[in-house]
């Protein structure tokens, strides 16, 4: 019986429509309000709720805390008062819903990574398995990269910037799980703000390691060598600023545009191609670009 | 009466922005269409993965302008005749038109400079055609970028401008007012520069493609790299948008 | 909330818009240099891949150096927004 093979274009479009099955069956915010039936003489698929106050959405899905003070309810993800009064005593009260989903999120994103290693690491062959080789294949990208940028010698930064590259890929990945309350962590600006000043930390470190502190220091604060110096300060804090602000408006120009758009067709249909792109296109580059620019930060620093 | 003035500049907004947005991406997408239309006279007989390519770098290339016809049908029809938001949205309903307007200049023209040269040198390496597809559509998303930042600061200025405070003094309504143009002309004018920076390297990019394929991996890294940190102008732009909008 | 007459306002108006203004000018001459500066890059490790390493060093360096001004303009608008 010979098998019938079938078109790109047909397997990308089953695809597409597997995940739109698939997100349509499992989110709470989508297809809730959507009736199928005969109205004036026609089959049509209409939305019950017809009035969408976008600007209500997007308060919702970026100012969190400020949307439900607005509406005076207790938040869905704590239930019950006392425990939301527990967490306003600890983040305070302009942060309480926004603080814990993005903790959750962080865990969320830990336990996705360790539990990756685990099943890895659990059953290591000579003859690898899939996703072993497609982990081998980044680890071995990525080394190529660190030995091409900052020598042999150097090598041991591999696993620095392997887990930063996967960290924030699986961050930028995670949006992409249909579930409600889903988000990116790396949406919220402190975490792309943390990675990057760890970043520059590191930078700073392994020049004064390789140069020594005194002649590390005179690069800023030596008013003959460099009469520009505080603006080469300023340089500093603008690296950790671009780097940041990249990967965080990316990905938050991504949920905004899916956003409007979603509300443009009246949440009936998912825009997965939009999710797509944004999601894993744009994730993936914004992940490797944050990667790479951390190491040559380093291969400039050490290299002068 | 304030209903009617918000009404002006929600169709003033509109106005500019599929106005300029139209003119820029005509030219992204008319450069394409002429190294198209060159390389298929230098190369007659790869007419066919030519036209392909022009094809989907002017679809490509058009992108801003889209963002710019959906900024518009918002400001037309989102829903901006109630008298909410006061002097804030009428200012911040021009500022939104003015971002997307300006903002899709560069990109559009960045993305078309990338896609003639893609077009040149399919003409010159028919065999490598995908590659350089590929490289070209990769460089045009990344021009795009700066597009989808002006989006953004035009989506937040449309949807989350506060209203004015009650009893609020005349001096801080006329300065975040204004706060709110100049967010607008901040990310409009600074992603000019950074669009069409990162069009050009994706354009030498996909141009060297052409030339020597065996270093396909090397060129674009570089290119990434490259057209990262060119892009971090049109980042600080982003930043002073937003202080601009929710610090003042 | 503090009462701000209307002079001031229309000075704190103007600041602001200087910011927004000098910004967004102030991006236009970085984004072009530094998107030459990767390009010629670019066709620089096409011609030579075993000098790479060595040309995104240069690359990175004269981005960092054409960068300035737009910095220089960043430090500006903050000025004109926190301290006027």
């Known amino acids: 019986m010979a098998k019938k093979k079938l078109s790109p274009t047909l397997k990308i479009f089953l695809i597409f429509i597997a995940i739109e099955i698939a997100i349509v069956a499992f989110s709470g915010n989508f297809s809730k309000e959507l009736k199928i039936g005969f109205d004036d003489g026609k089959f049509i698929v209409k939305n019950e709720a017809t009035h969408f106050d976008l600007q209500e959405k997007i308060t919702e899905e970026f100012q969190i805390d400020e949307h439900y003070r607005q509406i005076g309810e207790i938040p869905k993800i704590y239930n019950s008062e006392k425990i939301y009064n527990f967490f306003k005593t600890i983040f305070g009260e302009a942060t309480a819903v926004g603080t814990f989903n993005l903790l959750r999120m962080l865990l969320i994103v830990d336990m996705v990574l360790l539990l990756m290693a685990y099943l890895i690491r659990k059953k290591l062959f000579t003859r690898p398995s899939k996703p072993q080789i497609m982990f081998e294949m980044i680890y071995v990208l990525l080394e190529e990269f660190v030995v091409e940028t900052l020598g042999k010698e150097k090598r041991h930064f591999t696993p620095y910037i392997v887990t930063l590259f996967i960290f924030i890929w699986v961050c930028n990945m995670i949006g992409l799980v249909p579930i409600p309350g889903f988000m990116e962590p790396t949406r919220n600006l402190n975490v792309p703000l943390g990675l990057g000043f760890i970043a520059v930390v590191v930078v700073h470190a392994t020049a004064i390691k390789v140069k020594g502190l005194w002649h590390h220091l005179q690069n800023y604060f030596n008013p003959i060598k460099n009469p520009l110096f505080i603006l080469d300060l300023v340089g500093e804090i603008s690296k950790v600023v671009s780097i940041s602000f990249r990967l965080f408006g990316n990905v938050l120009g991504g949920a905004i545009i899916i956003l409007v758009v979603s509300s443009l067709v009246k949440f009936i249909v998912f825009p997965v191609g939009l999710n797509l792109f944004f999601g894993i296109f744009v994730g993936t580059i914004q992940a490797f670009v944050f990667t790479m620019l951390a190491l040559t930060y380093i291969g400039v620093e050490i290299s002068e | ?248 | 909330m503090e009462n701000i007459t209307l002079a001031a306002g229309i000075v704190k108006a103007s600041a602001l818009l200087g910011a927004g203004l000098c910004m967004g000018m102030g991006a236009l001459g970085p984004g072009v240099g530094e998107g030459f500066v990767a390009g010629k890059a670019c066709e620089g490790i096409a011609r030579s891949p075993e000098n790479a390493s060595l040309i995104t060093r240069t690359m990175l360096v004269g981005q960092a150096v054409s960068e300035s001004t737009g910095i220089y303009s960043l430090v500006i608008a903050l000025l004109l927004i926190f301290s006027t």
């Open chain 2, 1 to 248: 009466m304030m209903v009617e003035y918000i009404r002006i500049a929600a169709y003033l907004g509109a106005g500019i922005s599929v106005g300029i947005g139209a003119v820029t991406t005509g030219i992204g997408s008319g450069i394409i269409a002429g190294e198209g239309a060159k390389a298929i006279v230098t190369q007659p007989k790869a007419n066919e993965s030519i036209f392909r390519t022009m094809l989907i770098g002017q679809a490509a290339a058009q992108t801003a302008g889209i963002f710019a016809l959906v900024v518009s049908m918002l400001l037309i029809y989102g829903g901006f005749d109630v008298a909410e938001g006061g002097w804030f949205k009428v200012a911040a309903l021009l500022s939104a038109g003015v971002a997307i307007g300006i903002g899709s200049i560069g990109p559009s023209i960045g993305a078309g400079y990338s896609g003639g040269e893609a077009c040149k040198s399919i003409a010159r390496m028919p065999k490598h055609s995908n590659a350089i597809m590929g490289n070209m559509l990769i460089g045009q998303a990344l021009s795009q970028t700066s597009a989808i930042f002006a989006l953004v600061v035009s989506l937040l200025l449309l949807y989350s401008v506060p209203n004015p405070e009650e009893g609020i003094s005349i001096g801080r309504l006329i300065f975040k007012s204004v706060a709110f143009l100049g967010a607008g002309l901040s990310i409009g004018f600074g992603t000019i520069g950074p669009g069409a920076g990162i069009g050009y390297v994706a354009g030498r990019a996909n141009n060297m493609i052409g030339r020597f394929p065996d270093e396909k991996a090397s060129i674009m890294r570089t290119m990434f790299v490259g057209a990262a940190v060119s892009e971090s102008t049109a980042i600080y732009s982003l930043v002073v948008a937003f202080l601009l909008i929710f610090a003042v």
